[in-house]
């Protein structure tokens, strides 16, 4: 893969992390705001700069500075990793010291997977740092019985023989979802299935899969979050698509906030459920950019943004007059007293 013309590499050393590569995609200025990412098991930086190609991101790409965080030893071609690897919860205290020394004061976060789970303990622990966070596919529980054992097999065999198919199986259905999709046309399954072909060329010759493996159980042995979720202060939009293996486990967790917040609770918690779709980054960019935009312009943070010409059909109790309207930096609030409908996104292209 080819790097963004505009991107610059950084290289940081963190306490937990150790050494780490960070890329900025954008140009750096006081008004400028940033997002940072993490990716998912099976990728780095580079999964959400193809994000940022798509066309439909073109104003809100160069609207912000993206700071994307390669984990230890996910960037192409990385080197064995002598040390181990940090927990979920040890990587999301080294982006508070990532933020001081790169001189972040507020930033947005996005994150898929893995990375999401990540991004919302930080969101937890520096709630002080967050004007609001856009996790993909966020699970709360802890690994299953069954995932721990399968998860035990495919480690091994990372471990000792590289990738493999039993690993590359399991990668492509934590990060697709189930292959049983109804297309709407044959364009559309053919992207995907380059897309999945692309995914496993990139295992298969640019991670590094002894490095990949301590990433693996590293994500497996993850606390339980929901017990944490109830300190989540900061605004929120959680996304999913509905063929996706952890969608119910996103709605979960969702249910589970709703649950611990008081009902007079001002900062917004919303969930939006893309139709037909498991990876929603991959098989409607689209869709994403509109939630994304709105949930952006909830913040105050682009309130003269034009929005795509076509209407989306969303159920909510909010109007989107009231959606669109700026709160300022530090809210997503509303004069709703019940938490909003899930959002669900079909037929909106």
């Known amino acids: 893969m080819t790097a963004l013309c505009n991107e610059q590499k950084v290289t940081l050393t963190l306490p937990k992390m150790g050494i780490i590569n960070v890329y900025i ?8 705001q940033i997002i940072l990412t ?18 439909k991101m073109a104003v809100l790409s160069q609207k912000f500075v993206w700071i994307h965080v390669d984990l230890p030893g996910q960037g192409d071609g990385d080197e064995d990793l002598e ?45 002080h740092l967050v004007l609001g966070a856009i996790l993909i596919h966020c699970v709360g529980t802890t690994a299953s019985m069954i995932e721990s054992l399968k998860d035990k097999v495919i480690n091994w065999k990372l471990n000792s023989i590289g990738m493999n ?5 399991y990668l492509v259905l934590h990060r ?19 897309v999945i072909e692309s995914y496993k060329y990139n295992l298969k010759n640019s991670i590094n899969p002894k490095n990949l493996y301590k990433f693996i159980n590293s994500f497996m042995t993850r606390k339980y979050l929901g017990e944490r979720i109830a300190k989540l202060n900061t605004p929120t939009l959680f996304l999913t698509g509905a063929l996706a293996i952890h969608s119910k486990h996103v709605h979960s967790l969702h249910e589970v906030l709703l649950k611990a917040k008081p009902a007079d609770q001002k900062v917004k918690y919303e969930l939006v459920q893309i139709d037909g779709v498991a990876n929603v980054l991959t098989e409607a960019p689209e869709k994403v950019v509109v939630s994304l935009q709105y949930f952006l312009q909830g913040l105050g943070l682009v309130s003269n943004l034009r929005l795509p010409n076509e209407p989306i059909k969303i159920n909510r109790r909010m109007s989107m007059e009231d959606y669109d309207r700026p ?3 530090g809210s997503f ?9 899930i959002a669900t996104l079909d037929e909106a292209y």
């Open 25 to 32: 995609q954008g140009t750096r200025s006081p008004k400028e």
């Open 38 to 55: 993490v990716h998912d098991l099976g990728c780095n930086h580079y999964q959400y700069e193809e994000f940022l190609s798509n066309p």
């Open 83 to 127: 040390a181990n690897f940090p927990s979920m919860e040890d990587i999301a205290t080294d982006l508070r010291d990532l933020c001081e020394q790169m001189k972040l004061e507020s930033v947005v976060l996005f994150g898929e997977g893995a990375g999401a789970n990540i991004l919302a303990r930080f969101a937890i622990n520096s709630e």
């Open 165 to 169: 198919p039993t690993a590359e199986s």
């Open 176 to 194: 697709f979802g189930t292959q049983s999709i109804k297309f709407k046309n044959a364009e559309t399954e053919i992207e995907l299935k380059n």
């Open 327 to 329: 709160r300022g930096t």
């Open 333 to 341: 609030s509303s004069s709703m007293q019940s938490p909003i409908k």
